[in-house]
């Protein structure tokens, strides 16, 4: 089983900048990408543990099965940390998250 980890997991940005992620699964399972707070992460986590198999799509996330490639927009308005995470049940557990700096 590869490793579950983002590369890089911590990234900086400039507050009020838009960026655009690309995101490639290098693994050979279904991954994702979610942005929010650690709280909305591990909420959000623990609903898909009850819901196994569960699809979604939101503005703040993208998934992607194993070697494709993505991308994501998100605008980081203020200064602080943003989490990201793979919401998939166990790998944020299995290290799946990281953190943008915001200054
Ligand atoms: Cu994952």
């Not at 997991?9 to 838009?18: F, L, W, Y």
């Not at 707070?37 to 198999?53: N, R, S, V, Y």
Request: glycine share 12%; proline share 5%; charged share 15%.
């Amino acid at each position: 089983m590869s490793r579950m980890r983002f590369t890089p997991s911590d990234i900086e940005v400039n507050a009020g900048g838009t960026v655009r992620f690309l995101i490639k699964n290098t693994g050979k399972i279904p991954h994702e990408l979610v942005i929010g707070t650690i709280a909305d992460l591990k909420a959000h986590a623990a609903e898909m543990q009850k819901m196994p198999g569960m699809q979604h799509a939101e503005p703040n996330m993208i998934t992607l099965a194993a070697g494709k490639v993505g991308g994501l927009v998100w605008h980081f308005n203020q200064a602080g940390t943003v989490d990201f995470a793979c919401l998939i049940p166990g790998h944020m557990e299995a290290g799946m998250v990281g953190k943008v700096k915001v200054s």
